[in-house]
């Protein structure tokens, strides 16, 4: 097997549909792969739509909502390809992206892992690419979305040449995981995503691995994706909210403490901890002057991110 494409699924049927009929309907026919569904219990009716549209495409159901990594694994440990595409549900190719990535990363063996140009479903370019994250980053991460509501930058992708834009060398920048195809030799070498990230960062880690290894992590824009953004966790629950959100605090000082070390995990703990709690007093306050659900919900999320902050890693 040439290819193993894996697709983790959580609640958005119609995505995944999407998803699937985009890859079947573009992949070069002189490609051998498989498409396998790990789904996270998501009681949509995903399964039945896999049953009825898709009944040769390999679906293993979770009994829970086992997070993004281990369900990734999953599929992972399932798949036979020499190549795994892992694929977010809300993101589709465009054209013969997939073909063009394998012949890329066919081209050299040094590289381990390539991903494609994003784009937004207006024909506007989507960040994916990103420095990566030092401590202080991941500190002030929480000010800076408290006191600045800042928009990602968009640029119409309309009129650009994307097979002259140079393959770029990721040395000091990971990819999002929303579309990256990984050599197998990689996890063998490296092992499987962290299974301690539940949802996000784990693509952050992976990159930040394969950065460090002898293996090259390369950007190659003449392979195009659409992606809607934030399409696969869009709409949450308040219970889901409050768990991604705890979760990847949890997340940013496993990350700090992994990768950069214990004093810096400690310093950095601290200021989280400082931050999160005067955060409650705030939500105190405006729950107090205006005793509103909202507020009510708020101040419930900032106790939680506290009890996360606090956490052992």
């Not at 790990?38 to 159901?61: A, H, P, Q, W």
């Not at 999002?176 to 990984?182: D, E, N, S």
């Not at 197998?184 to 301690?196: K, P, T």
Request: proline share 3%.
């Amino acid at each position: 097997m040439e290819l193993s494409i894996i697709i983790v699924s959580y609640k958005k049927k119609e995505l995944l549909e999407k998803c699937i009929n985009s890859i079947i309907n573009s992949i070069s026919q002189n490609i051998v792969f498989e498409i396998i569904i790990v789904d996270n219990r998501s009681c949509d009716g995903t399964i039945e739509m896999m049953n009825k549209n898709f009944n040769d495409i390999l679906v293993i159901e979770n009994t829970d909502n086992y997070g993004f990594s281990r369900a990734v694994n999953i599929g992972i440990k399932n798949s036979t390809g020499e190549y795994i595409l892992l694929v977010n549900s809300d993101a589709y190719p465009i054209g013969s992206a997939i073909f063009d990535m394998i012949n890329y990363i066919k081209s050299n063996e040094n590289i381990g892992v390539i991903g494609p140009f994003l784009e937004n479903e207006d024909g506007s370019i989507q960040e994916s690419k990103y420095d990566f994250p030092k401590p202080i980053d991941l500190v002030l991460k929480p000010i800076k979305n408290y006191v600045i509501r800042k928009k990602r930058k968009q640029h119409t992708s309309k009129g650009i040449n994307f097979l002259a834009l140079e393959p770029t060398l990721c040395s000091d920048s990971w990819l999002t995981g929303a579309v990256l195809l990984v050599r197998r030799r990689v996890f063998h070498d490296l092992g499987l995503l962290d299974e301690n990230y539940f949802f996000m960062m784990e693509d952050v880690d992976f990159c930040l691995g394969v950065s460090r290894s002898k293996w090259e992590l390369w950007m190659y824009p003449p392979a195009r994706f659409g992606h809607q953004i934030g399409g696969s966790r869009k709409n949450p629950t308040k219970e889901l909210e409050v768990l991604l959100k705890t979760k990847n605090v949890y997340q940013q000082n496993y990350y700090i403490k992994k990768n950069y070390g214990y004093d810096k995990y400690i310093l950095c703990k601290v200021i989280f901890i400082t931050i999160y709690t005067l955060n409650i007093f705030n939500r105190f306050i405006q729950f107090i002057l205006i005793p509103k659900n909202y507020n009510i919900f708020k101040l419930k999320l900032s106790i939680e991110l506290w009890k996360s902050a606090v956490q052992k890693v």
